[in-house]
């Protein structure tokens, strides 16, 4: 299959404008233009379940929802949705907008240092203009890519994104789809790549419209959000198509850098040609198109190597993937904390396995899965994981969302980042990190519905209740959430928050500088544990350069005995 | 993981019987013995939920029951339900029988010819013992490997075993483990392998008493059976290790030379390490320790070709599949059926690319499916694919169960039989194709509980009112439909059958003596078609040897051009 993208409403120009439309369900569907003038359009109905029409006098702005069959309903491809999930879509003209970035040939994996954003909480605007206006520290820091956490429509404007329910249309407060198409343009012009998280996973509960058009779930598989999406069963080769424009969409249409894929491990798809290795060779073939580097990151609670081996040996292709054991490792040794899932971790001889495969667990005993877990990643490169002290479920999925910050003394903030940043993987910063921001980030939404409000408000409640939490945990529906989770920036000038932030900087500039240190290459490494003395020694080299490092997570000052 | 046959009773010798058992949820559990002498031995709890003791003055034939915190349930890994599936398990001797095939080497892959039977309608007397006699005729005609449908103990004694509910005890009705190994030990004296159809998908739903024992089943997934094994979610080490201790028990046991899988497109599993390549791995290792040859061989309905890749490759690395498409592709011609899945098939074309690639579907567009379906197997060899006109699927899961020599004329059998005997997969004959048996393979059970016979007895009806079938389908527990599938092996010498016999034993001698038919190499093969003619012109060679095949499709006798 040759894909392209070709969903939804699309400005050609002249007054011109053609919809594209998947709805198997329907027997007639017609665009009824609600602004700047009322019009019903109907449009004619095609192989497959599809419906077409190419309608003159349409206006870039124009308002519109899909009839189906009389129903009035947003368009799943929506590209903007000015009123929010419920109301009417927007026409936009792709093409409007004028790039400046047009040498930008994506950045190198070896050079990706993530930071990770939420757009409506890294500033007190809340929105991707507002962003703007940090690239310069971000680079002065010495990160080379932002990752935005979704921005795809959701319910009301306070979601951690994956509420979204209109994947091709951008979150109107956060500037829709001028906004993002600005902070990429302008970020490409400081040397910063950016990454969009995306959710084919799931939809969210409030505005999911899918299921009116086509068989979009499945009754087939479980998943802890809901009904799983339908990517191997009938009418699923145009599910597919709906997420592979999708990645296409924002590649192509948005610049963008790259893609982080949420949770993988509940896309359920027993095919042959499975959905992601499908999604990673459209995205490998779009890249060549656009001539420029693309990436594929998937987020993954498999450990299995599948998901980052190439085609050809049976895997899907994947760039890279989130690398949760090594954040487990690191957060048991430096915390103390044994609950949950960091039962699995506390030893250093787990953090030395992290460094050494990516993976701790690749087929041993896990107590908290109650089963062997995992596989050997054997043969991979650093740069196929993406390593991190805080992103936002590490921090966000705790009872109270507290940084590491508020966690563990000061010293051990400067050695998790030294952990992160000189390992042989590919570092995320959580913004605000870089500073020990100690704000936290907690779990917030703004649904409309009364009885989704009071289901997620249990819900959070219930969850940690089975985690022997007795506190109080915070109600994601109300706005002092939401606000007692924004960045102060101000704190990064102050005191030890600038000396971490400089700390910061430093690592940065010792990894980009260190070709020990900028070589991925897992080969070039010794790694040597002490568990007396807390203390874990990593030798890195490259042709010309070696570098020692000695991380003691020892709480008492020791000389340790060097190998 | 290294697995051996170790759950369950094992007669140790000297009346010392050791008991094993995985009973997570148990608090305490003790041996019941019933008979010859009533006695109660308590079991010891070891890690993770297993159970163990040995006992004194237990005598092989002994009957026992286990009782978890006081419920009295049959053994899971009983070897013998002598009173059905409700009744108390047996101590058997695995050591007791004498052996006399020490030299049996096993089969070799390009040698197989399967003969697929069912016991309980092969002979009047449904037996083990009864198959005996037909052995030298299976011999005369060439097969080299009888392949059972499922002999696990299954509810009452009519059943085609996929209602098996204790893996590993042989059905009391068909003469119990004694007879089975009587049966192998005289197969391999005539040269002829014996496999076993497995079921390691679901269990059947009368006397399923798994679940009272731990986390075998899981909601995570549906089945088209009911629960689906839990294969990946807590505890599910100790599941695969039942199914794995499973397939080495009948191997080592038993002395099968291989397994069939049922339908493995219904084992959900998103494991790292999926079950059935660990099923693999571990039936390979215990292979080389036996000296002799075995295989796997898989249902499998996904067109996959990871099932049959090697390991190395991301692969299962089964040894072989089931190809149906292979089957819809001749069934279709030769019967001009559409409905239900034949929908697909039809053309020339499509047997051809049978030919060329084992699957029909490599990516196309199935409308059945209503899905892109299948991906192209290549490289591949021509013993990783069973072909066959018929087998007890294709045949019993007609309303009426109508074999081919009931649907199509005489010579159109013969024409299927050189399809599937000249080509370049393993073939496998269903018992009675030979001669054209005319009697029906139905559908038929003997369950116990009433609303469970309801129940059948209307999902069997509903099933093929789907399917706009009119006529009557017959009743599943009465036991006329048992009878009426029995073999009428007297057949096979009257008229056209015996020629029709005799035109399969031809076949199979072309077949193992030129070796241009001997050699399943993909590449040395070219299939030409004529759609207009309805003629498949196949040319096969190996070194010294070719050969030409002309398959006329055609109800008028035309003489076809040749390439």
């Given at each position: 299959m040759t894909y392209s993208v070709s969903l939804g409403a699309t400005y050609l120009g002249d007054g011109r404008c053609r919809f594209h439309l998947w709805a198997p369900l329907a027997e007639s569907v017609a665009v009824q233009i609600v602004a700047p003038e009322e019009r019903l359009e109907p449009l004619t109905r095609k192989e497959r379940g599809y419906f077409q029409g190419e309608v003159a006098g349409v206006v870039p702005g124009s308002l519109y929802y899909y009839l189906l069959d009389g129903q009035q309903l947003p368009d799943p491809a929506s590209r903007y949705q000015p009123r929010g999930v419920h109301g009417p879509s927007q026409v936009v003209d792709a093409k409007a907008f004028s790039w400046s970035d047009r040498c930008w040939p994506g950045p190198k994996g070896k050079d990706l240092i993530f930071y990770e954003l939420h757009v409506g909480t890294f500033t007190p605007e809340g929105t991707f203009e507002a962003i703007i206006a940090h690239l310069d520290d971000l680079r002065t820091l010495g990160v080379t890519a932002i990752e935005l956490m979704p921005v795809a429509q959701f319910p009301g404007s306070r979601n951690w994104g994956y509420d979204g329910v209109f994947p091709?249309?951008?979150?109107?407060?956060?500037?829709?789809?001028?906004g993002l198409r600005r902070l990429v343009d302008t970020c490409h012009r400081y040397g910063l790549a950016v990454f969009l998280d995306v959710v084919y996973n799931h939809l969210g509960p409030e505005g999911n419209y899918l299921a009116k058009f086509g068989p979009y779930f499945t009754d087939r598989y479980r998943t802890p959000w809901g009904q799983a999406l339908n990517f191997d069963g009938p009418g699923s080769d145009e599910v597919?198509?709906?997420?592979?424009?999708?990645?296409l969409y924002w590649l192509t249409e948005f610049h963008l850098d790259g893609l982080r894929l949420d949770a993988i491990h509940a896309i359920m798809d027993k095919s042959a040609l499975p959905f992601l290795e499908e999604l990673a060779a459209a995205v490998k073939l779009q890249a060549e198109r656009l001539d420029r580097r693309v990436y594929i990151v998937a987020e993954s609670d498999l450990n299995d190597p599948r998901v980052i081996r190439p085609q050809e040996l049976g895997g899907y292709g994947l760039d890279a993937q989130w690398c949760d054991d090594f954040h487990h490792a690191l957060h048991a040794l430096l915390t103390g904390e044994r609950n949950g899932y960091y039962r699995d971790f506390g030893t250093l001889g787990n953090l030395a396995r992290a460094f050494r495969e990516g993976y701790v667990y690749t087929g041993q005993y896990s107590a908290y899965r109650q089963r062997r877990h995992g596989r050997r990643p054997h043969p991979c490169k650093g740069n196929q994981f993406v390593v991190f002290t805080q992103n936002h479920d590490q921090v966000g999925?705790?009872?109270?969302?507290?940084?590491?910050?508020?966690?563990?003394p000061f010293v051990k903030l400067k050695l998790a980042a030294a952990v992160v940043l000189l390992s042989p993987f590919v570092p995320l910063l959580f913004m605000g990190e870089e500073y020990g921001e100690t704000a936290p980030f907690q779990y917030f939404t703004s649904h409309s519905d009364p009885r989704l409000i009071a289901a997620v408000r249990r819900g959070r409640r219930e969850e940690f209740a089975g985690h022997n939490w007795t506190g109080e945990v915070p109600d994601p529906q109300d706005e002092a959430t939401f606000r007692r989770s924004r960045l102060n920036h101000g704190l990064s000038l102050q005191g030890q928050h600038r000396v971490l932030w400089e700390f910061y900087q430093q690592l940065i500039q010792l990894r980009r500088e260190l070709p020990a240190l900028t070589e991925l290459n897992l080969e070039?490494?010794?790694?040597?544990?002490?568990?007396?003395?807390?203390?874990?020694?990593?030798?890195?080299?490259?042709?010309?350069s070696e570098v020692g490092i000695i991380f003691s997570f020892s709480n008492t000052a020791t000389a340790p005995t060097l190998p």
């Open positions: 091709f249309a951008v979150q109107n407060s956060y500037g829709g789809p001028e597919r198509r709906f997420f592979i424009e999708n990645a999925n705790r009872a109270r969302g507290e940084r590491l910050s508020t966690l563990v070039n490494m010794e790694v040597i544990t002490c568990e007396e003395d807390l203390v874990l020694f990593v030798r890195r080299w490259s042709r010309d």
